[in-house]
Nanobody, 125 residues
Framework: QVQLVESGGGLVQPGGSLRLSCAFSGRFFSMNAMGWYRQAPGKERELVAAVTGITGGSITKYADSVKGRFTISRDIAKNMVYLQMNSLKPEDTAVYYC????????????????WGQGTQVIVSS
């Protein structure tokens, strides 16, 4: 019914950049939140960034660890969400997951039921 397909992960050196893409198939609801999460081995899955539509624009939330380095964006017409990752650090190494159908409210993201397959990001020299 609903599918998220991710791409863009890979190996990059510290200080490098990657852009993750998530294509949403099915009905795209612009007012629902979309988010990026990551999970490193032995660690809990954590929110990286989230975005939701509001009248006249959007609102976003970022983990403190990625503020100023990562940017989440949407292309409503193409049913796409992106995560531009700059100035990558070794601690950014994780599997990154796209999430759709959730809410972004009161400064917190509440994930929906739709997850991508995950894409591996390795930041290492």
């Amino acid at each position: 019914q609903v599918q998220l397909v991710e791409s863009g992960g890979g190996l990059v050196q510290p200080g490098g950049s990657l852009r993750l893409s998530c294509a949403f198939s099915g009905r795209f609801f612009s007012m629902n939140a979309m988010g990026w999460y990551r999970q490193a081995p032995g660690k809990e899955r954590e929110l990286v960034a989230a975005v939701t539509g509001i009248t006249g624009g959007s609102i976003t939330k970022y983990a403190d660890s990625v503020k100023g380095r990562f940017t989440i964006s949407r292309d409503i017409a193409k049913n796409m969400v992106y995560l531009q990752m700059n100035s990558l650090k070794p601690e950014d190494t994780a599997v990154y997951y796209c999430n759709a159908g959730g809410r972004l409210y009161g400064g917190s993201h509440y994930p929906g039921d739709y997850w991508g397959q995950g894409t591996q990001v390795i930041v290492s020299s």
